[in-house]
């Protein structure tokens, strides 16, 4: 069992720069990502990282502007946000999987866990 609490969410205008963290409880051998969800939109996709922190995939959209990390030590995955746009406001949710990271990257219904979520609003 795990349980994922995502922290960090906010207000910036576009251009600016957000940490998301996402901190678990319960088993730490889990590829863990990011995806989003804006309003009326189906969630998607943004970053994965293996257990080991060795493997990272990424969403097209986000490449060279995001940057997902973990520190096992202190059970937390990270994504760090810079030269945001309008159209990365969503709901961030941390998720975990005991599969791939590629996988969970590329198969939603891979996550075996979600967080709830935070909120991020991109202002023009």
């Known amino acids: 069992q795990v349980q994922l609490v995502e922290s960090g969410g906010g207000l910036v205008q576009a251009g600016g720069s957000l940490r998301l963290s996402c901190t678990a409880s319960?088993?730490?051998?889990?590829?863990m990502g990011w995806f989003r969800q804006a309003p009326g939109k189906e969630r998607e996709f943004v970053a994965t990282i293996s257990w080991s922190g060795s493997n990272l995939y990424y969403a097209d959209s986000v490449k060279g502007r995001f940057t997902i990390s973990r520190d096992n030590a202190k059970r937390t995955v990270y994504l760090q946000m810079i030269s945001l746009k309008p159209e990365d406001t969503a709901v961030y949710s941390c998720?975990?999987?005991?599969?791939?990271?590629?996988?969970?990257?590329?198969?939603?219904?891979?996550?075996?866990?979600w967080g709830k979520g935070t909120l991020v609003t991109v202002s023009s």
């Open positions: 319960g088993r730490s051998d889990y590829a």
């Open positions: 998720a975990a999987s005991g599969r791939s990271a590629a996988t969970m990257a590329r198969d939603t219904g891979a996550v075996d866990y």
